[in-house]
């Protein structure tokens, strides 16, 4: 069993930057793909970028690339976001998940992401 907990959410403004942090439990937190995931009001929630257990992979959305940063301290077991030149249009609710394989099998609570224009 994992546990996460996302935080670092809040208002900002367009252009500017935050990083989210996702915190999690467990003792094998090293042996999973961490991913981030957002949804935006009246929206399906949608892929942002993942990373692979040691961190040496990482894949991003399009939507993301080049302006957002994926990393992750194992020995702290958190997975950072950084994200930066921040738009209106990334206004969301910001989620970490977990997996072995397959399915997404863990998932945060979510942090608000607001970006004012």
């Known amino acids: 069993q994992v546990q996460l907990v996302e935080s670092g959410g809040g208002l900002v403004q367009a252009g500017g930057s935050l990083r989210l942090s996702c915190a999690a439990s467990?003792?094998?937190?090293?042996?999973?793909?961490v991913g981030w995931f957002r949804r935006a009001p009246g929206k399906e929630r949608e892929f942002v970028v993942q990373?692979?257990?040691?961190?040496?992979?990482?894949f991003y959305a399009d939507s993301v690339k080049g302006r957002f940063t994926i990393s992750r301290d194992n020995a702290k077991n958190t997975v950072y976001l950084q994200m930066n030149s921040l738009k209106p249009e990334d206004t969301a609710v910001y989620y970490c998940?977990?997996?072995?394989?397959?399915?997404?099998?863990?998932w945060g609570q979510g942090t608000q992401v607001t970006v004012s224009s």
């Open positions: 998940a977990c997996r072995n394989t397959g399915a997404w099998d863990y």
């Open positions: 990373i692979t257990r040691s961190g040496g992979s990482t």
């Open positions: 467990g003792r094998t937190f090293s042996s999973y793909t």
